[in-house]
């Protein structure tokens, strides 16, 4: 992938990480000592922190295997640029 969409892909997945980071231990806390009218409406935005963790597992396992894929392309190319060099 170009260098552009890999950065913006990195800021995505640090500007996810804050609001995932939030909410996660505020949907704990509302479960256990929020009351059950909070908890009632808690019940409809229930399913906002499980997207967002979806979102950042997907986001964190290409960043991860980001590496082993440039060197993987870089391996491929390297052949490549051998014979071009060998037919001189």
């Given amino acids: 992938m170009t260098k552009s ?3 913006w892909f990195r800021a995505f997945h640090r500007w ?3 609001p995932t980071a ?3 231990p505020a949907a704990v806390l509302i479960k256990l ?3 059950p009218e909070l908890v009632a409406a808690w019940e409809r935005l229930d399913k906002v922190p499980s997207l967002l963790m ?3 597992a997907i986001s964190g ?3 991860f295997l980001l ?3 440039a060197k993987a392309q870089r391996k491929k190319r390297a052949p490549a640029a051998l014979q ?3 037919g001189r």
């Fill in 5 to 7: 969409l890999t950065k």
């Fill in 61 to 63: 396992t290409y960043l």
């Fill in 33 to 35: 000592l929020g009351s």
């Fill in 84 to 86: 071009t060099d060998k």
């Fill in 54 to 56: 979806l979102v950042m």
């Fill in 22 to 24: 939030l909410l996660i």
């Fill in 67 to 69: 590496p082993y894929i």
């Fill in 16 to 18: 996810i990480a804050v």
